[in-house]
């Protein structure tokens, strides 16, 4: 089920597409259901951060004052709706017009009422808006339509809401306060985590900034909360909350991606295809994604704006290899010059891998 | 009260006879009704949008019924057409400009032919956005949000080209209300006889005149920088996409309460003519809504919360929009305060009015979440703010609107609907909007985001009630749109004042009225909540 959600939109053939790219973990994936995060369905999200339990205090508060005004004010309507229905044409009615006292009482209460709330609110803001000087830092990086964290503090992780199974976008210490510095590379996008009661827009062209710590290990969602095109909804993520010593040992993990021992180049490039988010933009099974498939890649002839180019032998090793690492030099036509350079993110070993890749896909 | 004469005598929908003398004319009660069937038209249109989007939400996986895309220009249209051509110009231009004059004792408003023009700018601005149906729509949400809309395909320049002269539309209704409440009240109207709906009327044209100039130039600047890439909004440009936001909110709340006060007004005819009683705090209610007309224009940053604006500013905004929620609760305090000791009779617009009270007290009780900045940090976005703007917009507004229209059509026609299937249709609006809507609260509380084509599993439940609400609200309209287009013909014919009201257009003109308004020019010596049934002799009760 957690594949519904980073499927794409029109057609069940693309569905197909992202759950074939995450094959090997294709078990693992057709499991898991995104987190259930409500005890029942009127509760509220799980409290996974620190700032959880102080905003629920406050909704439950202003959800206690608000009942008891809603009775207030629907109670005394509906009172007198019984009371002084219209029993006869000739029926008196009262001449009051006004009445000092009331009125002053009932503009006077809300108000002080409504200044605590204020306070209270404000309080609990300015404490998420201070992000404690030891917060481990994060970069998240919002585009259409997925989610890309790094790790200043562990170069060469690189989590991906699209690629990594099963949309694993973040992975943070329990109990360690955690800075996440945000930009798009697109349009705004938003940030939220319900369970940690946490939310901030992500803008292209500027940076923007939150902290959390975490109090629960476990897997929460994460949501896109600002409208971003045809995936909005898709642009989701888990984020995972594990024990400090995991957490190291997680990313440590996720750092490397070099080829294992007996693994073939093909499969080695096929685990860089997934990890290193080509599956984003290129389909293995034919359909057109963002930019062309990998299907039947190797020997295909292309049109270029320079020529054609055919795939194969000496000549495609090296457009391949131009395409990734300048990849808007030479573009296949029909597509638009979106994908990013991979110069100095992939070494000759792992592009090489990916050509063996490409090979297999007939 | 000379009617019984009149009952021979054409009135204003008899007076002329042909299309021309429709479409050139400068008569407000023909305009108002023009301005009503535009109204209702897009009403239809806005409608089916939303019951497609909501059938689409019957289950977690998008793509059962509509794919993304076709779901994401729904909903982009539904809250475009419901905003600009729905409910701004529902009240005010609809109603408005049909009661106004009448309520202000006048032959007409003050710019009889600027009237007409606004009309026609109307007409004008929403061929904008048929056209925008036609070339492509719009996927850009009602909001335009940069940098989203210079980059999507959609036919962002003419749906906002659209929005940017059905401004001019409002500004010139706008001037044209505050000079005929300034200039052609009745002798013996002074202002604290005025009725309520005048002075939501009122406050609402002042609005109108001072924020929507700030839309059209943002919208102006969003075409310019979309045409002649200009950066102005979009970062890759050198523009900033947060300063689109305050200006887009600088309009777009107060626009708010250009949506909310004439419904406050109906609100207050509503209550005290359907309960017999004066209007409780009278000076309270009109001063409120003033009040509420200058506070609106500084709670804009309230919608940018989590937007990446200062924390100070967040600060700043959140106090204010409390201090916005002062006047409003007064108002809802003092129609409460209305039916004490009334005699309240339980017709349809009377239905409609104590709807008002249930839907909206929700609708405001529930903006305090949002006032609140860490509270709205959780909700900002979800299916919480959903709820809270459609219990405001549709909870207020449109029941407002349609009381409104149940209240008045005896006025505007002459004749009357039928009770019995008024209050059946009262009846599944009633059930249909709450269900639609209420379960919403608690599936943002959940923190499900809205404008999500498909969804997670777990808030399955909450939507498929919602849909099925959505449903009894589409037959309840249904209902009453048979019966209304039924009443015209078949309806019992009614006289001048059938409620027993006591402002002017009930008091001092036929139904429907002549062509004038009135044989000469009327006098005001009461006041238009002074109703016979009031008991006079208990003068300790009044305070």
């Known amino acids: ?362 | 009260m000379a009617d019984a004469h009149e009952n021979n005598e054409s009135n204003y929908l008899t007076a002329t006879r042909g299309l021309k003398s429709w479409l050139f004319t400068v008569d407000h009660k023909r305009i108002g009704l023009m301005y009503l069937v535009g109204v209702l038209v897009f009403f239809l249109a806005g409608g089916l949008f939303a019951i497609t989007l909501r059938t689409e939400l019957l289950t977690p996986e998008g793509g059962d019924f509509i794919s993304a895309t076709t779901y994401n220009k729904m909903f982009t249209l539904h809250g475009a057409v419901m905003v600009f051509l729905v409910i701004i110009p529902s009240v005010p231009a609809a109603l408005g400009n049909f009661l106004l004059p009448l309520m202000l004792g006048a032959k007409d408003v003050a710019f009889p032919r600027l009237n007409l023009l606004s009309f026609w700018v109307y007409t004008l601005g929403s061929m904008f956005f048929l056209f925008t149906l036609a070339a492509g729509q719009l996927d850009t949400g009602w909001t335009f949000y940069t940098p989203y809309s210079n980059t999507t395909g959609t036919a962002v320049v003419s749906a906002t080209f659209g929005a940017f002269i059905l401004g001019f539309s409002s500004i010139l209704t706008g001037l044209n209300f505050i000079v005929t409440v300034h200039k052609m009240r009745a002798p013996g109207l002074t202002w604290n006889k005025l009725p309520l709906m005048v002075w939501a009327l009122y406050s609402t044209a002042v609005i109108q005149v001072l924020a929507t100039p700030v839309l059209a130039i943002t919208l102006l600047l969003l075409i310019v920088e979309r045409t002649l890439m200009i950066g102005i909004f979009d970062p890759a440009m050198g523009g900033d996409p947060v300063l689109y936001q305050h200006f887009f909110w600088f309009y777009s709340h107060p626009a708010v309460y250009i949506m909310i006060l004439p419904g406050f007004g109906i609100e207050s005819e509503l209550i005290a003519v359907h309960s017999r009683k004066h209007i409780f705090g009278y000076k309270a209610i009109a001063l409120s809504s003033v009040a509420i007309a200058i506070i609106s224009f500084v709670v804009w940053g309230h919608h940018m919360f989590v937007s990446g604006q200062s924390e100070l500013a967040g600060i700043v905004f959140s106090f204010l929009t409390f201090a916005v929620a002062v006047p409003t609760a007064i108002k809802t305090f003092s129609w409460v305060a209305t039916l004490y000791k009334g005699s309240i009779e339980f017709n349809t617009p009377m239905l409609y009015g104590l709807m008002f009270l249930f839907t909206f007290t929700i609708g405001g009780l529930t903006g305090i979440f949002l006032g609140a900045l860490s509270v709205d940090v959780h909700l900002h976005d979800t299916y919480f703010v959903v709820a809270h703007f459609h219990y405001v917009m549709m909870g207020g507004t449109i029941i407002a609107f349609v009381g409104g229209i149940h209240h008045w059509w005896p006025k505007m026609f002459g004749v009357m609907y039928s009770e019995k299937w008024g209050k059946i249709a009262a009846l599944f609006i009633f059930v249909g909007f709450n269900m639609t809507f209420f379960n919403q609260f608690v599936l943002g509380q959940q923190g499900m985001p809205r404008r999500y084509w498909s969804y997670v599993p777990q808030f399955q439940q909450q939507h498929v009630l919602s849909t099925i609400g959505s449903y009894l609200l589409l037959i309840g309209f249904t209902v009453i749109a048979i019966y209304l287009v039924h009443s015209l013909r078949n309806g019992k014919k009614v006289g001048p004042n059938p409620w027993g009201a006591q402002s002017l257009e009930w008091t001092h003109t036929a139904s429907p009225p002549i062509e004038h308004n009135f044989h000469g020019q009327p006098r005001v010596e009461n006041d238009p909540y002074n109703f016979p049934e009031i008991d006079r002799t208990g003068a300790t009760d009044a305070h």
């Open chain 1, 1 to 362: 089920m957690i594949l519904s959600l980073f499927t794409a939109p029109e057609n069940a053939d693309a569905k197909q597409a992202v759950a074939d790219a995450a094959a090997p973990a294709a078990e693992a994936a057709s499991a898991p259901l995104p987190p259930l995060e409500t005890a029942h369905s009127w509760a509220m999200p799980t409290q996974a951060s620190t700032f959880a339990e102080s905003t629920d205090n406050l909704y439950w508060f202003i959800t206690a004052l608000d009942t008891a005004f809603f009775i207030l004010i629907i109670g005394a309507m509906g009172y007198f709706m019984w009371k002084y229905r219209r029993r006869s044409k000739e029926q008196k009615t009262s001449s009051i017009t006004h009445n000092g006292m009331v009125e002053f009482l009932w503009s006077a209460i809300p108000t002080v009422l409504l200044l605590v709330i204020f306070v209270w609110g404000e309080c609990d803001f300015v404490k998420q808006s201070v992000p404690p000087q030891d917060a481990l830092e994060v970069r998240v990086t919002g585009q259409k339509w997925y989610w890309t964290v790094e790790y200043p503090k562990y170069p060469g992780v690189t989590l991906n809401s699209s690629t990594d199974e099963p949309a694993l976008t973040l992975m943070v210490p329990k109990g360690k306060p955690v800075r996440l510095t945000m930009t798009s590379n697109d349009v705004i996008h938003s940030f939220y985590v319900p369970a940690f009661r946490l939310k901030r827009d992500v803008i292209p062209g500027r940076y923007t900034q939150i902290w959390f710590e975490a109090t629960k290990v476990g897997e929460f969602n994460l949501f896109c909360t600002e409208y971003c095109g045809d995936l909005h909804s898709q642009m989701g993520g888990v984020v995972k909350v594990l024990e400090p010593a995991d957490f190291e040992r997680a990313l440590k993990e996720a750092g490397t991606l070099e080829q294992e021992e007996g693994e073939s180049m093909a499969d080695y490039g096929a685990r860089i295809y997934k990890r290193r988010g080509c599956v984003a933009c290129h389909s293995i099974d034919g359909t057109d994604g963002t930019g062309p498939s990998w299907k039947g890649i190797w020997g295909r002839t292309e049109n270029l704006a320079s020529g054609t180019v055919t795939i194969e032998g000496e000549r495609g090793q090296q457009y391949i290899r131009e395409s990734i690492l300048e990849p808007n030099k030479e573009i296949v036509s029909g597509y638009a010059p979106q994908m990013p350079s991979y110069q100095g993110q992939l070494d000759d070993t792992q592009i090489s891998a990916l050509i063996e890749y490409m090979k297999t896909l007939k």
